[in-house]
C-alpha cells in the first residue's frame, strides 16, 4: 500500500518488550502544528488509565500528539496506572519539546498488569527524539495485539476547492462490542475544523460504524478513537454551516465504516465477516436491538461458521430483542437468497447453503412494520476463537 499522509504529520516506534521482544510496541504520532482534538471514548464503567486521562484532555479541543502502547492495557492498575500513563506523557513531552497537555495517550492488551515502565522509560527520549523516522503502515502495526494485519484508510479529497488528506489507523480483533468495542482508532487530517464541528462529525461516523460492530459481546476498558486536524492544508476551517460539511462528513463516515469492516473481518479466529441488516422497523433504534440480537446471537455465528443457511436461529433472536413484530410478516435473506416469506420457509436452503461459503454474507431481515433499518457487523464464531482467548496472557 502506498501510504498517503496527511501534511505536518510525522511517526516513530520503538521496542519496548511491552508483552515480548521481537517486534514494535510503542508509537509517537505528532502533529506539527497544534491541532483541533475530538475523541469518543468506551461507555465501560471500568475504564483504563489512558482512558480516564484523555477523556479529562478532550475538553480542551486541542492536542498535539498521541503515545500509545501495544501489549498491556495499563487497565485495572489502581493509582500507580495513572501515574505511569501521565509519566509517559510527560517524558515524550520533554524529549519532543511539546506542552503535556497537549500529549494524548493510549493503550491495548493484557489487563490488570502494570506497565514495565522499567523496559518503557529507556526507550521514550528515543521515541520522541526520532520522530519522522517511521511510516504510518509502521504505527498500525506498532498497536497491533491479536490482529491479524495492519489496518490503514486513505483518503485524498478535495473542500473549498483545496486538496487535502484524510488518514486513519486502526487495531482490534477481540472483544469486540459496541459503544465501542476493544480497539484504538487514530484519524489524522490536514484539513482546517472548527472544534465543535470536529467532535459533531466523529460521533456521527462512530455511531453507524464502530458502535455497529460486535465480534463477541465483549465491552473492552481501553475504546479510544482520536481525531486530529492540524489545517495545514490551509482550507476555510469546515464549520456546521459550512457547505463542505456534507463532503467532509461522508468521507469520515467512509473511512470509520472501513475500518470497522477491517476490525470483523479480523475478528480473532474469524472466517467470514457478516452484514445483518434489519428494515421495515417502526424506527432505528427498534432495528438496531433487532439486528444486535442477530448479530450477537452464538448460534447464528456459528450456523454461518459452518455453512449451515439455520434461519430458525435468526428469526429467533429477533424474537428476544424486546421489539414489538409479527412474525407473520417477517421475510430472510441471505445475501439475495430469500428463505423465509411471510414467516414461513421457502424451500431454498439448498441454495443457501452456497451462498454461506462466500467470505462476506449479509442477512437481510424486512420486519415490513415501518421504514426505519439499521446495519450491524459481525463474524462466524470458530473454533480458533476459543483458542486464541484461552491463551491469550500466555
Request: hydrophobic fraction near 45%; aromatic fraction near 4%.
Amino acid at each position: 500500500m502506498k501510504y498517503i499522509t496527511p501534511k505536518g504529520f510525522l511517526f516513530s516506534t520503538v521496542e519496548a518488550a511491552v508483552k515480548k521482544p521481537g517486534r514494535k510496541d510503542v508509537a509517537l504520532i505528532v502533529s506539527a502544528v497544534e491541532a483541533e482534538m475530538a475523541g469518543t471514548f468506551t461507555t465501560n464503567a471500568v475504564k483504563a488509565a489512558p482512558v480516564r486521562i484523555c477523556m479529562k484532555k478532550i475538553g480542551s479541543g486541542t492536542g498535539q500528539a498521541i503515545v500509545v502502547n501495544s501489549g498491556n492495557a495499563n487497565a485495572c492498575t489502581g493509582r500507580q496506572g495513572t501515574k505511569d500513563a501521565q509519566e509517559m506523557i510527560s517524558s515524550v513531552a520533554a524529549a519532543a519539546g511539546i506542552d503535556k497537555s497537549l500529549v494524548y495517550i493510549a493503550s491495548t492488551g493484557v489487563i490488570g498488569t502494570p506497565l514495565p515502565m522499567e523496559r518503557i522509560r529507556p526507550v521514550l527520549g528515543d521515541l520522541a527524539k526520532n520522530i519522522g523516522s517511521a511510516t504510518i503502515g509502521e504505527v498500525a502495526a506498532t498497536i497491533m495485539t491479536t490482529d491479524t494485519f495492519p489496518k490503514i484508510v486513505q483518503k485524498r479529497l478535495k473542500l473549498g476547492g483545496v486538496n487535502g488528506t484524510i488518514s486513519a489507523v486502526c487495531k482490534g480483533a477481540g472483544m469486540i462490542a459496541p459503544n465501542m468495542a476493544t480497539m484504538l482508532c487514530f484519524i489524522m487530517t490536514d484539513f482546517a475544523v472548527a472544534k465543535n464541528t470536529l467532535s459533531c462529525v466523529l460521533k456521527n461516523a462512530v455511531k453507524k460504524s464502530f458502535n455497529r460492530i460486535t465480534i463477541d459481546g465483549d465491552m473492552s476498558t481501553n475504546d479510544t478513537v482520536l481525531m486530529m486536524a492540524n489545517g495545514l492544508a490551509g482550507n476555510r476551517a469546515v464549520t456546521m454551516k459550512s457547505a463542505d460539511l456534507p463532503k467532509f462528513q461522508a468521507a469520515i463516515d467512509e473511512i470509520t465504516y472501513a475500518l470497522a469492516e477491517l476490525v470483523v473481518k479480523d475478528g480473532e479466529g474469524a472466517t467470514k465477516l457478516i452484514e445483518v441488516l434489519v428494515k421495515g422497523c417502526r424506527n432505528e433504534k427498534d432495528a438496531e436491538k433487532a439486528a444486535f440480537a442477530v448479530a450477537n446471537s452464538s448460534l447464528v455465528k456459528t450456523a454461518i461458521y459452518g455453512n449451515d443457511a439455520n434461519w430458525g436461529r435468526i428469526i429467533c433472536a429477533v424474537g428476544y430483542s424486546g421489539i414489538p413484530l409479527k412474525e407473520e410478516k417477517a421475510d430472510i435473506w441471505f445475501n439475495n437468497v430469500r428463505v423465509v416469506k411471510g414467516g414461513l420457509a421457502n424451500n431454498r436452503d439448498k441454495e443457501a447453503t452456497a451462498v454461506l461459503k462466500e467470505k462476506k454474507i449479509r442477512i437481510t431481515v424486512d420486519l415490513h412494520a415501518g421504514k426505519a433499518s439499521a446495519k450491524v457487523l459481525t463474524c462466524d464464531l470458530t473454533e480458533e476463537y476459543i483458542r486464541i482467548n484461552a491463551e491469550y496472557r500466555t
